[in-house]
């Protein structure tokens, strides 16, 4: 029991794990009116040995199953528990997402079923990925493979009827 107390966990107050993403999240198209605001999070649980932190916010669905990155963050210090809701953080933390872009990139998908979009958070025993340039999601796990201790994610919803 005390070990599952310890467990890294990822939340976040405004939606539940398998739920629908507030509507501000929403990338802002003309199909998915929104704010294109990240979604606060919050984190406990870190092991041990933790050195840094990694995140990303990935839909599986994109794509004809391939997926899109929508936010790629890296070399976070593990000292942070938490994102506001909106955060801007420095641009050395920030990677590109599949729009091209170092910024957070929020759901529109194509009208029908709903996608899921997995925030999952990476505690690392490295205290920087050590890249040269901004990393993309597909590199950043890459260079994290064999250095995570723990990860947590929660999955959000969000769709377009037709």
């Known amino acids: 029991m005390i070990a599952a107390l310890l467990a890294l966990q990822l939340f976040s107050l405004s939606f539940s794990d398998g739920g629908w993403v507030p509507g501000w ?4 198209f003309s199909t998915c009116p929104g704010g294109d605001r990240s979604p606060e999070l919050h984190w406990s649980g870190l092991p041990l040995g933790t050195r840094s932190l990694a995140l990303t916010l990935f839909d599986p669905d994109a794509r004809g199953g391939a997926g ?8 976070l210090p593990p000292s942070t528990r938490e994102l506001a809701a909106g955060v801007r ?4 933390e920030v990677g590109l997402n599949s729009f091209g872009e170092r910024a957070y990139g929020g759901p529109c998908p194509p009208p029908g079923p ?4 997995v925030f999952t958070l990476y505690a690392l ?25 723990a990860s947590a994610r929660i999955v959000g919803r969000y769709g377009v009827k037709n």
Do not use: K
């Open 89 to 92: 953080l420095p641009a050395s």
């Open 125 to 149: 025993d490295v205290a920087s990925v050590h890249a040269a340039g901004p990393l993309d999601g597909a590199s950043l796990i890459d260079r994290i493979r064999g250095h995570v201790l």
């Open 25 to 28: 999240t929403v990338r802002g």
């Open 68 to 75: 899109f990155f929508h936010w790629v963050l890296y070399d």
């Open 114 to 117: 709903a996608h899921h979009y």
